[in-house]
């Protein structure tokens, strides 16, 4: 799995087209996932169907998981989520589009996630969906995807979203740095800095950093929470 990888597992539940997984597996690969499942699967896939995950993502077919229908309960309670991909509707359920989920599930610590896809045909059925924590689909207005091509689709959201999330920490900094350098200019004051013995060192030479060095969101919220043990600190200013 690749550094920056969430710990998603992609499962496929009783496939009936070996070269599906073949596809999949090269897919995941592609976007810096490692982790396949084949849940009762009707049959392993061979030579053949390896030949579609090409060089690339023959290691990670290889190494699948293959659940048997006596280990499915152990195996799902190894995880501390579960969504399933689903086309159907229903009163009863909550689907929700597959980007606002992947958004959801990035911003929170990460967990151990798996992520169902159904038979070809059919899709995951009831008794599966129940399993099932949240439930996502895709909006696909000319019919279902083929099974390979959603898992890519999921697996492009997961890695799209997450190369982009290191813009959107900085950007979300933006207030909090105007407020860290205007507390911070005020501790200066409240000490002060500089004295005698540092001329040398201006408060500019610290206030620069924060008013243009890189500073995503979580290092700003530490900062900020640095700044206020240190005003409870000092005596009140005059």
């Keep these: 799995m690749a550094a920056d990888a969430p710990p998603v597992t992609f499962a496929l539940v009783q496939p009936s087209e070996p070269g599906n997984a073949g ?6 690969t592609a976007f810096g996932f490692t982790q396949l499942a084949l849940i009762a699967p009707r049959r392993l896939p061979d030579e053949s169907d390896r030949a579609l995950a090409v060089r690339w993502g023959r290691a990670v077919l290889d190494a699948a998981v293959v659940v048997a229908p006596a280990r499915q309960r152990a195996f799902l309670a190894r995880f501390d989520e579960i969504w399933g991909t689903t086309a159907r509707t229903g009163r009863q359920r909550r689907i929700v589009p597959a980007s606002d989920l992947v958004t959801e599930y990035l911003r929170r610590p990460p967990g151990s996630l798996l992520v169902l896809f159904g038979p070809e045909r059919d899709g995951l059925s009831k008794a599966w969906l129940d399993r099932c924590h949240r439930l996502l689909r895709l909006p696909t207005p000319g019919g279902p995807l083929n ?13 799209r979203q997450l190369a982009e999330a290191p813009a959107r920490e900085a950007g979300a900094a933006a207030e909090q740095r105007r407020e860290l350098l205007a507390r911070t200019e005020a501790l200066l004051r409240r000490i002060g800095y500089p004295t005698r013995s540092l001329r040398r060192h201006p408060p500019e030479a610290y206030l620069e950093p924060l008013r243009s060095g890189p500073l995503t969101r979580r290092q700003a919220r530490w900062l900020l929470g640095l700044l206020a043990r240190l005003e409870q600190r000092l005596p009140p200013p005059r």
């Design 147 to 159: 099974l390979a091509h959603a898992v890519t689709v999921i697996a492009y959201e997961f890695r």
């Design 23 to 28: 596809a999949a597996a090269r897919s995941l």
